[in-house]
């Protein structure tokens, strides 16, 4: 069946980076791109960017611009979403989730990545 | 980029039918017919709901239908349950290869 499996809970401090990564099986990994949406403690879903399975294209909003990157390893069927220069407000659950090639909703969501970011 | 507009809250006793709005701008919601709806229930990751304003996936209840006028995307809830109570957001599709939520609604059942 279809599973996006992420990397497990994180603590970092505030100034550093971490790296989550999204495990892909069940599926064709290169007829579906990858987006990440995060989610502060009792606050809404928040789009990140997305990155292009088949080519590695990648787009982020502009908030994350130059400070989140999102890539992909094709021979592992994992992406990885890397945000740096962490501060306070980036803690969050972290979601991969999936859009079919020529669709534009969400259809399989990982299960989420808990990152705090403490002092 | 700015979220997409959604009332904080709406409440509804079963039985009822209530509507959550959600409206954009002219780059995203009223420029493409892609707008869908997640439901979320606490500690769960989203569901959608709805998809391409008013289409349904298989498996959801035909009390759950979506709509768009102009740049206003809605989410009707019909013969309200008490497990439709949940957090709903929508998003949509935007200039650019971006994609906006909206802030998310309460339902209060």
């Known amino acids: 069946q279809v599973q996006l499996v992420q990397s497990g809970a994180e603590v970092k401090k505030s100034g550093a980076s971490v790296k989550v990564s999204c495990k892909a099986s069940?599926?064709?990994?290169?007829?579906?791109?990858v987006h990440w949406v995060r989610q502060a403690p009792g606050q809404g879903l928040e789009w990140m960017g997305w990155?292009?399975?088949?080519?590695?294209?990648?787009k982020y909003t502009q908030k994350f611009q130059g400070r989140v990157t999102v890539t992909r390893d094709t021979s592992i069927t994992t992406v990885y979403m890397e945000v740096s220069s962490l501060r306070f407000d980036d803690t969050a659950v972290y979601y991969c989730v999936r859009i079919s090639r020529g669709n534009f909703w969400f259809d399989a969501w990982g299960q989420g990545t808990l990152v705090t970011v403490s002092s | 980029q700015s979220a997409l507009t959604q009332p904080a809250s709406v409440s509804g006793s079963p039985g009822q039918s209530i509507t959550i709005s959600c409206t954009g701008t002219s780059s995203d919601v009223e420029s493409y017919n892609l707008v869908s709806w997640y439901q979320q229930h606490p500690g769960n990751a989203p569901k959608l709901m709805i998809y391409d304003d008013t289409k349904r996936p298989s498996g959801i209840s035909s009390r759950f239908s979506g709509s768009k006028s102009g740049n206003t995307a809605s989410l009707t809830i019909s013969g309200l349950q008490a497990e439709d109570e949940a957090d709903y957001y929508c998003?949509?599709?935007?200039?650019?290869?971006?994609?906006?939520f909206g802030g998310g609604t309460k339902l209060t059942v």
């Open positions: 069940g599926y064709m990994f290169s007829a579906y791109h």
């Open positions: 998003f949509s599709y935007a200039d650019s290869s971006i994609w906006v």
């Open positions: 990155i292009n399975s088949d080519s590695g294209a990648t």
